[in-house]
């Protein structure tokens, strides 16, 4: 099945500094990668996303790229604030269907 | 709208008891997910559907599990009989159409003790 593996497990940054979470899929026709963001006992909430025909998405201070010959694709945070902190993950729609295949998620704390 | 709605919002019972979980779907959206939530394996989908019917349900983990949609705004997702091991966070998502934006519940933490 599919595979997708996203790294760090946990990063820490000091407030002000960027953040770059990774993450790789194994489906090269998976067209759809939406990145999530879960804090402390809520739900997941779509963060940003972005699809197959574009290589770059950015909105405020997050951005997500995507290279789909090595198949990956990075969440950028800049500027982190001490309410970035949180479970992010990364997903992958297969590209048959509509089945969603998460990361196992990304601890961020930004210290302040 | 109000979103996904999810109930009970915290379940705990005994092992071997039934649970029933319920979902409401965003009205119009035409896919339904359950996923469960566990430490040791993350987030993964049991079962979606499309339009009621059910779609995949690969993830679904043994004959313990079952899910039904019988309309367009409510699915449940029921074990019997529950275990330990069941104990997690169930989420209901939807979405408006394939490889859209997937709204989450707010969730159910059982706990099957």
């Known amino acids: 099945g599919e595979n997708v593996e996203q790294h760090p497990s946990t990063l820490s940054v000091q407030e002000g500094d960027s953040a770059v979470i990774k993450c790789t899929y194994s489906?090269?026709?998976?067209?759809?990668f939406p990145w999530y963001k879960q804090e402390l006992g809520k739900r997941p909430q779509l963060i940003i996303d972005?699809?197959?025909?574009?290589g770059e998405k950015k909105d405020q201070r997050i951005a997500v790229t995507l290279n789909k010959t090595a198949k990956h694709f990075s969440l950028h945070i800049t500027e982190t604030q001490p309410e970035d902190s949180a479970v992010y993950f990364c997903?992958?729609?297969?590209?048959?269907?509509?089945?969603?295949?998460f990361g196992a998620g990304t601890i961020l704390r930004v210290k302040s | 709208d109000a979103g996904v709605i999810q109930s009970p919002r915290h379940e705990v019972t005994e092992m071997g008891q039934e649970v029933t979980l319920r979902c409401k779907p965003i009205?119009?959206?035409?896919?339904l997910f359950w996923y469960r939530q566990t430490m040791m394996r993350g987030l993964e989908l049991l079962i979606y559907?499309?339009?009621?019917?059910?779609?995949?349900d690969s993830g679904m983990p043994e004959d313990r599990f079952s899910a039904k949609m019988p309309n367009a705004s409510f699915s449940t997702l029921k074990i019997q009989p529950s275990e330990p091991r069941d104990s997690a966070v169930y989420f209901c998502?939807?979405?408006?159409?394939?490889?859209?934006?997937?709204?989450f519940g707010p969730g159910t933490r059982l706990t099957v003790t």
């Open positions: 009205s119009g959206h035409d896919y």
């Open positions: 559907f499309n339009n009621n019917v059910p779609i995949d």
């Open positions: 972005i699809r197959s025909n574009v």
């Open positions: 489906d090269s026709a998976s067209n759809y």
């Open positions: 997903a992958v729609v297969l590209s048959r269907g509509n089945k969603l295949v």
């Open positions: 998502a939807s979405s408006l159409y394939e490889g859209h934006e997937q709204y």
